[in-house]
């Protein structure tokens, strides 16, 4: 009994055992089939995410873009960039950010800060996000370098260089200062850069502005002429102000013999006032002239412009004068005189075919003739000598040797010939033939005729009365 129960016992304890180890055994098995079903979902889904980008995922859209523009503004600090395009016109602001590249026209690296507004490139762009990827200062241009004296047409929209127009669009891009102006904003005295492709016009890039001057303490000078420079001169005008290209230049003024001058620096874009107030008799010297010319209605030019010589002695600024003289029937006349600070007399005798300039001599006394509380009273001089021969068609008869010299009235006001010539004493070359003196001494007014010759001796007169 006891013996079958144990084998009783120990049949049940084999039985739980076997199953006890089925069931540890399916466990396991189920346990590793999980973990594998894991493990592969895991790889396959590694798998899936690596090829997501190529195979499934959508790419990310692109524009890029390579374009010729214009420079509108540009700042290394801020790495900001502003281009027109040529063309369509369209204005562009970038941010220009590492790794992009800017080269020059010839492929040369640079940076940022040698750009500059006006600077005609090749940009390479990304329309999407807006990246600049390379910068190349154009070679698709043609630049004309510091061009001056360009017309401008803003009715036709065009600029005139050499005889050659060149048409610009209506948002053209010009500099000047590194700022936007518009093509009205140009000037015949601006000195600038031209690029240019297929006869257009791209960008104007001005390098020597134009400035302003302005004329005040001129009333001395009104209606005389203002010289700028060399080659700039234009009559005094109340109120005018003179447009010319910012530099140095020596501004003078002057009206008949009156002079002044001053140098001044023009800026761009500002007036430059320019005082001559203090200028009141700062003078150059002039000479008297009176022109004697034998035909009625001839015509006097001097130095080419034709003078009016009726009325008397003319007042020439001293130098060297070309004279020329015209009338129907004669032959023109032209030789050149010398002006001095000096009265003198020219001759001109015009000649029909083969007639020939006569010379004489004088001999004169001096008469004189006065006025003063109803009395008269006549006296005479005389004076010698050898007169001169000039071998030209007129004669300046000037002599190079001989003074006349008034002594008195000291103070007194002298004319000659009905020219003002000073205040006694004074002296002045002598010119020979018959001429008068107008002494005007306190309220006497007297006047003296006189004959004057060219001789070994100066004439000296002294025109005092007799009483002082």
Do not use: W
Not at 85 to 112: C, H, K, W
Not at 167 to 194: C, K
Not at 203 to 222: E, Q
């Amino acid at each position: 009994m006891n013996n079958k129960l144990q084998n009783f016992i120990l049949g049940i304890l084999i039985v739980a055992g076997i199953v006890l180890c089925a069931f540890l055994f399916a466990e396991e098995k189920a346990d590793k089939a999980a973990k594998a079903s894991t493990a592969k979902n895991s790889v396959n889904q590694m798998e899936s995410k690596s090829t997501a980008p190529i195979v499934n995922a959508p790419t990310i859209p692109t524009d890029i873009r390579t374009e010729l523009a214009v420079i509108t503004y540009v700042s290394a600090d801020t790495k900001r960039l502003s281009v027109r395009s040529y063309g369509e016109g369209v204005d562009r602001t970038f941010y220009v950010e590492q790794p992009a590249l800017i080269y020059t026209e010839f492929g040369n690296a640079m940076t940022l800060a040698q750009l500059y507004a006006g600077d005609v490139i090749d940009i390479t762009y990304d329309n999407v996000n807006n990246k600049v990827s390379e910068i190349h200062i154009s070679n698709e241009v043609k630049c004309h370098m510091a061009v001056s004296d360009v017309s401008v047409n803003t009715s036709y929209r065009r600029l005139s260089l050499y005889g050659k127009n060149y048409e610009y669009a209506r948002n053209v891009v010009v500099v000047s200062d590194n700022e936007l102006i518009t093509p009205e904003q140009l000037s015949v005295h601006d000195v600038f850069n031209l690029y240019e492709k297929d006869g257009k016009v791209v960008s104007v890039v001005v390098t020597r502005g134009h400035g302003y001057i302005s004329l005040t303490g001129v009333d001395l000078f009104m209606g005389g002429y203002v010289n700028i420079g060399s080659e700039n001169i234009k009559t005094i005008e109340k109120n005018m102000m003179i447009t010319v290209t910012e530099g140095s230049y020596k501004v003078a003024v002057s009206k008949d013999q009156y002079y002044g001058s001053k140098t001044v620096t023009v800026n761009r874009n500002q007036v430059t006032t320019v005082d001559f107030s203090e200028f009141v008799a700062d003078t150059v010297e002039n000479g008297n002239v009176l022109f004697d010319i034998d035909v009625d209605g001839a015509v006097l030019y001097l130095n080419g412009k034709e003078t009016d010589y009726t009325e008397g002695m003319l007042t020439l600024p001293v130098g060297t004068y070309t004279v020329r003289v015209s009338a129907d029937g004669y032959d023109n006349y032209q030789d050149k005189i010398e002006v001095k600070a000096d009265y003198q007399k020219v001759n001109i005798r015009m000649k029909k075919e083969e007639e020939s300039t006569s010379y004489g001599q004088t001999t004169g006394a001096v008469q004189q003739s006065s006025q003063a509380n109803g009395t008269q009273q006549t006296t005479s001089a005389s004076s010698t000598g050898v007169t001169s021969q000039y071998e030209t068609e007129t004669t300046t008869i000037v002599s190079t040797k001989n003074r006349v010299y008034i002594d008195g009235p000291a103070g007194a006001a002298i004319y000659f010939d009905d020219s003002y010539l000073g205040v006694a004493p004074l002296d002045f070359a002598m010119v020979t033939g018959q001429h008068m003196f107008i002494v005007i001494s306190g309220t006497t007014i007297k006047s003296y005729t006189v004959n004057l010759v060219e001789g070994a001796d100066d004439v000296r007169y002294d025109f005092t009365p007799k009483s002082e």
